[in-house]
T-cell receptor, first 117, second 114 residues
Framework: DTAVSQTPKYLVTQMGNDKSIKCEQN?????MYWYKQDSKKFLKIMFS???????INETVPNRFSPKSPDKAHLNLHINSLELGDSAVYFC????????????????FGSGTRLTVV | SQQGEEDPQALSIQEGENATMNCSYK?????LQWYRQNSGRGLVHLIL?????REKHSGRLRVTLDTSKKSSSLLITASRAADTASYFC??????????????FGRGTQLTVWP
């Protein structure tokens, strides 16, 4: 199946730990993203990345870092986890909008629910 | 940062009725997209409308865009219980045809009662 897949689906960890969330897309898209959804369902862009450019949302703490071993993968590494990092993290991918395309959008993974205790 | 804002925050209707959700945004856009999120699941892309379009249809969905008012609406006709979900609008300021980063509103929680 063509998709964006992220693992793990659930992650429970203690404060101060370092953890990673993996994301892979087999859609051939050239840009990948990480979004954070808080408890009120508000979605906020964290990073966008293609092989040319990493764009970081300036509000994201530098404890968060994206790592891309290749075009199909964008992992999210988090150092020194804090209680406030608890949220659902979504990976997404997109491709340049084709000329004349009638409908096109991002493809999202199913999310990773991170709980910091 | 630019964000869409949906209203209402919550909408409760009976099956067969139409559901209308609105979205407003603050700056110029390349396109606007609507997504659905079922409880505990990821986001599913529903429809994209470019800034030079005024209306798009997809099945039971109808989206309008008024760039002069910086607003959009999503109409779901003949709603079904399976339409129960959160609906988000997202604006994209990507240059030209390249999709940029999406800025989401806080969503409308739609509940459709059988």
């Amino acid at each position: 199946d063509t998709a964006v897949s992220q693992t793990p689906k659930y992650l429970v960890t203690q404060m101060g730990n370092d953890k990673s969330i993996k994301c892979e897309q087999n859609l051939g898209h050239d840009t990948m993203y990480w979004y954070k959804q808080d408890s009120k369902k508000f979605l906020k862009i964290m990073f966008s990345y293609n092989n040319k450019e990493l764009i970081i949302n300036e509000t994201v703490p530098n404890r968060f870092s994206p790592k891309s071993p290749d075009k199909a993968h964008l992992n999210l590494h988090i150092n020194s986890l804090e209680l406030g990092d608890s949220a659902v993290y979504f990976c997404a991918s997109s491709q340049a909008l084709p000329t004349g395309a009638t409908n096109y959008g991002y493809t999202f993974g199913s999310g990773t629910r991170l709980t910091v205790v | 940062s630019q964000q869409g804002e949906e209203d209402p925050q919550a909408l409760s209707i009976q099956e067969g009725e139409n559901a209308t959700m609105n979205c407003s945004y603050k700056t110029s856009i390349n396109n606007l997209q609507w997504y659905r999120q079922n409880s505990g699941r990821g986001l599913v892309h529903l429809i994209l409308i470019r800034s030079n379009e005024r209306e798009k249809h997809s099945g039971r969905l109808r989206v309008t865009l008024d760039t002069s008012k910086k607003s959009s609406s999503l109409l779901i006709t003949a709603s079904r219980a399976a339409d129960t979900a959160s609906y988000f609008c997202a604006t994209d300021r990507g240059r030209g045809s390249t999709l940029g980063r999406l800025y989401f509103g806080r969503g409308t929680q739609l509940t459709v009662w059988p």
